[in-house]
């Protein structure tokens, strides 16, 4: 079964800062997508990357893929509140049915 | 209109009973999943079901049974509940098998006392 590890697993910063979600997995895979879940609420799809090298760009956030060292990064520019949330890593499990494996999720809050 | 829309949002029970979450999509997608999220929001697989197929996440008790009367259903029977299935229950749509964008329902909390 795919392995999927995030760090931190809660991050807590100030408005207008900058900071970077890893996420780790543990097979082979060439597509990846991030997610955000409000508090109570149901995932919102992010960011779909689907090669090696993918960079995608929506508002602060940044997401990027290196599939051979089996990594995924979500950048946060200059951080406002709205940012606040959970943040799940999903790669693609390559090895059996393509089902997405979520990692343990960023639980995110800007402090104004 | 919403794409992925399970039902119900919040269901209560008693050990033992027996339970049904449905699921809809509007999305024309030909895979659907369950994924059980638990306290701490980790959030994993159970059930995907594409053209008929159903892959078995092999952690999941065989209390559990996914049903799909169609393309655009795909509900979850749980039976004998206990107090550990307490979790709040995805469902999910994506295109194929290819595909795999995920869209997911509002979800459904299950409280078992």
């Known amino acids: 079964e795919l392995k999927v590890e995030q760090n931190p697993l809660f991050l807590s910063m100030q408005e207008g800062k900058n900071y970077t979600i890893y996420c780790n997995y543990s097979?082979?895979?060439?597509?990846l997508y991030w997610y955000r879940q409000d508090p109570g609420k149901s995932l919102e799809s992010l960011f779909v990357?689907?090669?090696?090298?993918a960079v995608k760009q929506e508002g602060r956030l940044m997401a990027s893929l290196d599939t051979k060292a089996r990594l995924s990064t979500l950048h946060i520019t200059a951080a406002v509140h709205d940012l606040s949330a959970t943040y799940f890593c999903?790669?693609?499990?390559?090895?059996?049915?393509?089902?997405?494996?979520f990692g343990t999720g960023t639980r995110l809050t800007v402090i104004p | 209109d919403t794409a992925v829309s399970q039902t119900p949002k919040y269901l209560v029970t008693q050990m033992g009973n027996d339970k049904s979450i449905k699921c809809e999509q509007n999305?024309?997608?030909?895979?659907m999943y369950w994924y059980k999220q638990d306290s701490k929001k980790f959030l994993k697989i159970m059930f995907s079901?594409?053209?008929?197929?159903?892959?078995i996440n092999e952690t999941v008790p065989n209390r559990f049974s996914p049903k799909s009367p169609d393309k655009a259903h795909l509900n979850l029977h749980i039976n004998s509940l206990e107090l550990g299935d307490s979790a709040v229950y995805f469902c999910?749509?994506?295109?194929?098998?290819?595909?795999?964008?995920?869209?997911f329902g509002q979800g459904t909390r299950l409280t078992v006392v």
């Open positions: 999910a749509s994506s295109d194929s098998m290819v595909n795999t964008e995920a869209f």
């Open positions: 097979t082979t895979s060439d597509r």
């Open positions: 990357l689907l090669s090696n090298g």
């Open positions: 999903a790669p693609e499990d390559q090895t059996g049915a393509n089902n997405l494996f």
């Open positions: 999305l024309g997608h030909d895979t």
């Open positions: 079901y594409n053209n008929k197929e159903l892959i």
